[in-house]
């Protein structure tokens, strides 16, 4: 693999990890590269719009430097394109980058954004946007919506924690999910998850068998309700799969059709989404080629 010389990077200016920016700038620059591009914004929602004008200049390699949500953000843009993307995880769960095995340090990060793999990856698309980790609806949705609220920034991934303590005792919506054009639940639901990796919100691994590449999204009923029914859910799911708890449901599927009996908010990627009624999701096989670290060599017997 040609070492890139033409580097792209779309940063959230308010994320930090080691050394910051400054630092990235740095080991970017050791890597000997002909044009650096540098983009940064005050929040994920502005980064559309400097990854489209990084995309025109044709890079070899786009840096993505934020959490979940400005990797959402991006890679929304960049789907469908051969462009390769690197994650320098710098946010609070960087659950996509730690589904692919991407180092949580950035001298890590970066080395793979350059010697790593370049491997294509599957996305998910609901309502006409693209996510990598997962999308959520119900108790999900209102969790991430108040954790939102400048809780992140402050308690990091037990801001999930709290303000789901505070959503367990809330009533069930009724849900009607359809999978790959057959009916499949028709019930009260707590949440409804549909998963393009193993590891969600939270650290939770809640899809035993997601892989990113499969060709396939996961997907999640949970009809647990009030305080003690998601103890023993979640305690199931700590100790063995989710699938063997009474109050889950999954299947796999690709394309997912969700009716609610009212609007209800829902997230992708953690990030908070207007309130809807009507959810559409489907598989993108091979959407996006990310630079993940490759493969080790297996020792010879004689190396000892």
Known sequence: MRTPRRVAVVAHARKTLDGGLDELRRRITDHDVDELLWYEVPKSKKAPKRVREALKKKPDLLVVWGGDGMVQRTIDVVAGSSTPLAIIPAGTGNLFATNLGVPPDLAGAVEVAFTGERRRVDLGKLNGEHFAVMAGIGFDGAMIRDADRNLKDRLGKLAYVWTGLRHVNGEAPRAKVTIDGNPWFDDEASCVLIGNVGTITGGIHAFDDAKPDDGWLDVGVATAQGALEWARALGTMAVGRSDSSPFVRMTRARKVDITLAG?????????????????????????????????????SAEAG
């Open 263 to 299: 609007k209800l908010e829902y997230e992708l990627d953690g990030g908070a989404r207007d309130k809807a009624k009507h959810l559409t999701a489907k598989v993108v096989p091979h959407a996006v080629k990310i630079c993940v670290p490759g493969q080790r060599e297996p020792r």
